[in-house]
C-alpha cells in the first residue's frame, strides 16, 4: 500500500520560508516522478514543481526562482523548499507521485499560509 505523508506546512508571513516534505513508502521510491500541487479556495489544484526519477525539475512559472523541489532517495522524501513566500502562495499542498506506467497516488494535502 503505496502512502505519501506531507509535513512542514504552517503560517508564515510574506517574504519567509517554509520547507515541505513529503515521506513515501510502499512503492520503489527511485522510480517515480514526484510532485508538488497546490490548491487555493476557489481554484484549480496546480502544478508547483515536479522531480523525476533522474533528477530533471520544472517548475510553475509563478514559482520559479523562489521554490526548489528536491528530493533523497536514500529517505524516500521529497521536499519542496519555499522562499519569498507570497500571500498568493496561500493554499493546500499536494504531495504526488506517478510512475511511467500510470501508477499514482496522493498525500492528504498539508496547508500554507502566507500573511500579508
Known amino acids: 500500500q503505496v502512502q505519501l505523508v506531507e509535513s512542514g506546512g504552517g503560517l508564515v508571513q510574506a517574504g519567509g520560508s517554509l520547507r515541505l516534505s513529503c515521506a513515501v513508502s510502499?512503492?520503489?521510491?527511485?522510480?517515480?516522478?514526484m510532485t508538488w500541487y497546490r490548491q487555493a479556495p476557489g481554484k484549480q489544484r496546480e502544478l508547483v514543481a515536479t522531480i523525476t526519477s533522474g533528477g530533471n525539475t520544472d517548475y510553475a512559472a509563478s514559482v520559479k526562482g523562489r521554490f526548489t523541489i528536491s528530493r533523497d532517495n536514500a529517505k524516500n522524501t521529497v521536499y519542496l523548499q519555499m522562499n519569498s513566500l507570497k500571500p498568493e502562495d496561500t493554499a493546500v499542498y499536494y504531495c504526488?507521485?506517478?510512475?511511467?506506467?500510470?501508477?499514482?497516488?496522493w498525500g492528504q494535502g498539508t496547508q500554507v499560509t502566507v500573511s500579508s
Open positions: 510502499g512503492t520503489i521510491f527511485t522510480i517515480n516522478t
Open positions: 504526488n507521485r506517478r510512475t511511467r506506467y500510470g501508477n499514482e497516488n
